[in-house]
Structure formats: C-alpha cells, structure tokens
C-alpha cells in the first residue's frame, strides 16, 4: 500500500475528476487492482480496461462498473459514447495501449500515466488541443500521502492482494513473481 498504492490514490485524488465522474483504470494488475478499488470507493463511476475476458469477473469484483477488453473493442470509442473519461489511470506498461486511449479523455480530462510504459507516448497535438486535455505523470507521494492512503484504505476497506509464500519457497515466489501471473503482490512470510 505504501508504494503503488500510494501512487494511484495520489494520482486519482489529485486529478480534475469528481464523484459520479467517469474515471478509466488501464491495466488491472499490480497499480490497477487498487486503482479500480480506489476509484470506485471515491464515488467514480469506474472503467477497468485490461486485453481479454479473463480479468472482467476480477475487475467486477474489484468494484468495476464497466470492463473493456482493449483487443476485442476500440475502448477510446466505446468510452466517448459514453461522454469520455474525466481521467484514465494508465498502469500497464504497453505504450501503444496507452496511447490509443488519449481520444476517449473527455474535454478537460487527464491520462495519468503511474506505470512505466515500454516505449514512448504517442500522442497526436489535436487529441490534446481539441480535447482541452492532458498528459501528466505521477510518481508516488510523500510521507503525508502516504498516512492519507492507509486512512483512506482502512477507512474504505481498499486492499492489497497478495499471494502469501513460506520463506522456505522464496526461490519459487520470486520465480513466480516473474512469471507474471501472481495475483498481485507476492509475500514471504515466517512462521510464527
């Protein structure tokens, strides 16, 4: 929670997005999983947007009002139909994913970029002119950030998943870590 939690809840709760506002979460893995949590529990109306079926129940069960499969839809389109996101929380590290979203912020909306992407931005001057919009970055927070997190989680019953793993397994943990399919912290823990 003290790192990409506090990274999502301060990009959220700092963008131009209000209660009822459409708010996008791009990627539901490590920063999105509490991002979804974050924004639904800040009163959003809230979009996850991962590629394929498999993480729409997850999504739903995060608290994800709406769930977009970017290989199956246009999701810029689909969110324009639907008066375009006030802010899309972009997570993955897939640029081009990344990039396709810009055209479906609503005038005046944010792409909050918190995940690093694997190449740059792509972006096209009249998506950003015409749209009034913005790109911004957002790095994490600082130690009060941190402390407004963790209120705001226990207060709201945000969580981190984890997948807990015995110290004698740490090997296989991280293994799995890097396999990408832990759900969505691993967690060495000692026998008490």
Known sequence: MMCAGVTV???IRNSNAKAGDLVAVQGIGGLGHLAVQFCKRMGFVTAAISGGSDKKELA????????????QVNVAAELLKIGGAKAIVATSTDAQSISDL???LSTNGTLL???LPN???SV??????????QILGWPGGKPTDVEDTIKFALQ????SVVEKFPLDKADEAYKHMLSNKARFRVVIVMDQ
Request: net charge positive; aromatic share 10%; hydrophobic share 40%.
């Open 9 to 11: 809840f301060n990009a």
């Open 60 to 71: 739903t069960q995060l608290g994800a009002d709406l769930y977009f499969d970017y290989k």
């Open 102 to 104: 810009i055209p479906g």
């Open 113 to 115: 970029v918190v995940g």
């Open 119 to 121: 190449g740059p931005i």
């Open 124 to 133: 096209r001057a009249s998506d950003l002119i015409l749209g009034r919009r």
């Open 156 to 159: 709201t019953g945000v969580k």
